[in-house]
């Protein structure tokens, strides 16, 4: 759950800044054009497709490929690589023509094979990617999760009629298939990746709006415009430079001194003012990412039976988010009623269960009291979360509730940087409680749901960084990626939510808005469904 955490929340030599080769202050230079600068973080895993999870890479990821389709900044899909995608009756196949002419930036082609052997790749358990739940549906993937099984052992569903012409074949039907093919995991891989997996996530070679240039890690990473990109999302600048950041008060400082153009994560001690700042160009709108705390799947006294299930519940309801949205997040935020936003088809406040993330502290202490009687607490419970990220006051907020609500010693503890983070939550050595969150991959409640909390996606193989695993949720998935109509599946994507609401695998906490900050020169700024910048369109 990184991309929320959700959300969420980005040519000449650099340091914290761009100096030399005639760079101005307001980040454009004379020998290069309009170049944006971008707020950011080191991305957490290797800069390749599969392995993108977090927010900060993935949009990284995003200028430098083009995938099947994209979306719109409503969220809607349209074609891009694919000239047709073509569902048969009950959506188990599909057939998917590409368009003519597309080549990665080291001038080799883009076919069908380009996405057939990724998609294999970022399925085959032997190759380690955090993608591959994605590909659960497609025939063959359960081959690919068996023991010992060839890295290069593709998806027998993938069919490669030609270069232009690839048939998928699904193991089960899945109406949300098309949506899906925007996101990361879906991307082409050229001939060279293979070759040496490693390097080439320190060079990548895509076939996006723009190309990479360089990366200085722990400082920068800049694209540069793809002159023979010709799709929809055409870069009306010259390049992207995502500089790294690990304190966002210094990269708020920045904005505010023409230093860096764009900052899509603000320090909580900004929140209360940055809307009258006329330093800045301020923007608060809703959007559809969420913040939750999750468990870890092997924890202290909430482990996935009765006990732990009451100590969730008890957790969530002495937890008191109005007041944390209130004063601490200035209103920048919406206390939430379920597991996914808004703003996306299927979200529902009047589900069954509903109460269990209410604020209620007299029925906390009886179900944590109901607990004990199981097997009394001992310890302390921990609450871990990245130190570079702006959630200190209302992680503190939260330790120091549940120690007046529930009478335990609450320890927490920061990690130095979201890289150390992301890491140890993706080997599963966080200590306790952690701070989680959401961005949609693509507009449906199906990614909300099934990408987190499946089994498919557990173990490793997805964003179910806390394995939850329940048979009648996973049933409930299947029937809403069977179901004939959008209405038909959110009956099914509800009846799971109410099973989560009763489990409390993660802790929903409220639904943030986007909020951002740019130079006040900068043209064009927008955001799309997941509140990232839409960076192809922005000059200045």
């Given at each position: 759950?990184?991309?929320?955490?959700?959300?969420?929340?980005?040519?000449?030599?650099?340091?914290?800044?761009?100096?030399?080769?005639?760079?101005?202050?307001?980040?454009?230079?004379?020998?290069?054009?309009?170049?944006?600068?971008?707020?950011?973080?080191?991305?957490?895993?290797?800069?390749?497709?599969?392995?993108?999870?977090?927010?900060?890479?993935?949009?990284?990821?995003?200028?430098?490929?083009?995938?099947?389709?994209?979306?719109?900044?409503?969220?809607?899909?349209?074609?891009?690589?694919?000239?047709?995608?073509?569902?048969?009756?009950?959506?188990?196949?599909?057939?998917?023509?590409?368009?003519?002419?597309?080549?990665?930036?080291?001038?080799?082609?883009?076919?069908?094979?380009?996405?057939?052997?990724?998609?294999?790749?970022?399925?085959?358990?032997?190759?380690?990617?955090?993608?591959?739940?994605?590909?659960?549906?497609?025939?063959?993937?359960?081959?690919?999760?068996?023991?010992?099984?060839?890295?290069?052992?593709?998806?027998?569903?993938?069919?490669?009629?030609?270069?232009?012409?690839?048939?998928?074949?699904?193991?089960?039907?899945?109406?949300?298939?098309?949506?899906?093919?925007?996101?990361?995991?879906?991307?082409?891989?050229?001939?060279?990746?293979?070759?040496?997996?490693?390097?080439?996530?320190?060079?990548?070679?895509?076939?996006?709006?723009?190309?990479?240039?360089?990366?200085?890690?722990?400082?920068?990473?800049?694209?540069?415009?793809?002159?023979?990109?010709?799709?929809?999302?055409?870069?009306?600048?010259?390049?992207?430079?995502?500089?790294?950041?690990?304190?966002?008060?210094?990269?708020?400082?920045?904005?505010?001194?023409?230093?860096?153009?764009?900052?899509?994560?603000?320090?909580?001690?900004?929140?209360?003012?940055?809307?009258?700042?006329?330093?800045?160009?301020?923007?608060?709108?809703?959007?559809?990412?969420?913040?939750?705390?999750?468990?870890?799947?092997?924890?202290?006294?909430?482990?996935?039976?009765?006990?732990?299930?009451?100590?969730?519940?008890?957790?969530?309801?002495?937890?008191d988010r109005e007041t944390i949205v209130e004063k601490i997040l200035h209103g920048t935020a919406t206390p939430a009623t379920d597991f996914i936003a808004p703003p996306i088809s299927g979200y529902s406040s009047t589900l069954k269960n509903k109460s269990n993330i209410e604020y209620d502290a007299a029925e906390a202490k009886a179900l944590w009291a109901k607990a004990d009687e199981i097997s009394p607490w001992s310890g302390e419970?921990?609450?871990?979360?990245?130190?570079?990220?702006?959630?200190?006051?209302?992680?503190?907020?939260?330790?120091?509730?549940?120690?007046?609500?529930?009478?335990?010693?609450?320890?927490?503890?920061?990690?130095?940087?979201?890289?150390?983070?992301?890491?140890?939550?993706?080997?599963?050595?966080?200590?306790?409680?952690?701070?989680?969150?959401?961005?949609?991959?693509?507009?449906?409640?199906?990614?909300?749901?099934?990408?987190?909390?499946?089994?498919?996606?557990?173990?490793?193989?997805?964003?179910?960084?806390?394995?939850?695993?329940?048979?009648?949720?996973?049933?409930a998935m299947d029937a809403a990626a069977a179901s004939s109509s959008v209405e038909e599946a959110n009956k099914h994507y509800q009846e799971g939510e109410e099973y989560l609401l009763e489990d409390l695998p993660s802790i929903p906490l409220w639904y943030t808005n986007t909020v951002a900050v740019s130079t006040p020169n900068l043209k064009n700024v927008a955001f799309d469904f997941q509140s990232n910048p839409v960076l192809y369109?922005?000059?200045?």
């Amino acid at each position: 759950m990184k991309r929320a955490a959700a959300a969420i929340a980005a040519v000449c030599a650099l340091a914290m800044g761009l100096a030399g080769c005639g760079a101005k202050q307001n980040g454009t230079s004379s020998e290069q054009g309009q170049i944006i600068t971008v707020g950011s973080k080191e991305p957490t895993n290797p800069l390749t497709p599969g392995q993108t999870l977090d927010g900060n890479a993935g949009q990284i990821i995003n200028t430098l490929y083009a995938g099947l389709v994209s979306y719109n900044a409503d969220g809607s899909t349209r074609n891009e690589v694919a000239k047709e995608i073509k569902a048969n009756d009950d959506s188990t196949e599909f057939t998917i023509t590409l368009n003519d002419g597309w080549k990665f930036t080291d001038g080799t082609a883009v076919t069908a094979k380009s996405f057939a052997r990724a998609w294999s790749y970022v399925a085959n358990v032997t190759n380690g990617q955090l993608g591959a739940s994605f590909f659960s549906t497609i025939e063959g993937y359960d081959d690919l999760q068996k023991d010992g099984v060839d890295g290069d052992a593709q998806l027998s569903g993938l069919e490669v009629k030609d270069d232009s012409t690839l048939i998928v074949h699904m193991s089960r039907p899945d109406s949300v298939f098309p949506l899906k093919l925007g996101y990361y995991a879906f991307f082409p891989l050229p001939d060279s990746f293979y070759k040496d997996p490693k390097s080439y996530a320190e060079h990548p070679v895509g076939n996006g709006p723009y190309k990479f240039e360089s990366w200085t890690h722990g400082t920068s990473l800049k694209v540069v415009k793809n002159p023979d990109y010709e799709g929809p999302r055409k870069a009306k600048n010259d390049g992207i430079t995502f500089k790294m950041y690990t304190d966002t008060n210094g990269a708020y400082a920045d904005v505010q001194s023409g230093n860096l153009d764009i900052l899509t994560t603000l320090p909580s001690t900004a929140l209360g003012s940055f809307q009258n700042n006329k330093l800045v160009k301020a923007y608060n709108e809703p959007g559809s990412s969420f913040v939750a705390m999750m468990f870890p799947a092997k924890s202290n006294h909430i482990t996935y039976d009765e006990e732990g299930r009451l100590r969730r519940q008890a957790i969530s309801k002495a937890i008191d988010r109005e007041t944390i949205v209130e004063k601490i997040l200035h209103g920048t935020a919406t206390p939430a009623t379920d597991f996914i936003a808004p703003p996306i088809s299927g979200y529902s406040s009047t589900l069954k269960n509903k109460s269990n993330i209410e604020y209620d502290a007299a029925e906390a202490k009886a179900l944590w009291a109901k607990a004990d009687e199981i097997s009394p607490w001992s310890g302390e419970l921990e609450i871990d979360y990245p130190s570079d990220a702006p959630v200190k006051e209302w992680i503190q907020a939260i330790a120091n509730g549940l120690k007046n609500t529930l009478g335990i010693e609450v320890k927490v503890n920061a990690f130095p940087t979201s890289k150390d983070y992301y890491t140890a939550m993706d080997e599963r050595k966080l200590g306790g409680m952690y701070r989680g969150g959401w961005a949609p991959d693509y507009p449906s409640a199906e990614n909300y749901l099934v990408q987190l909390y499946s089994s498919a996606a557990a173990d490793g193989k997805g964003g179910n960084s806390s394995d939850y695993k329940n048979p009648d949720f996973d049933a409930a998935m299947d029937a809403a990626a069977a179901s004939s109509s959008v209405e038909e599946a959110n009956k099914h994507y509800q009846e799971g939510e109410e099973y989560l609401l009763e489990d409390l695998p993660s802790i929903p906490l409220w639904y943030t808005n986007t909020v951002a900050v740019s130079t006040p020169n900068l043209k064009n700024v927008a955001f799309d469904f997941q509140s990232n910048p839409v960076l192809y369109d922005i000059t200045k």
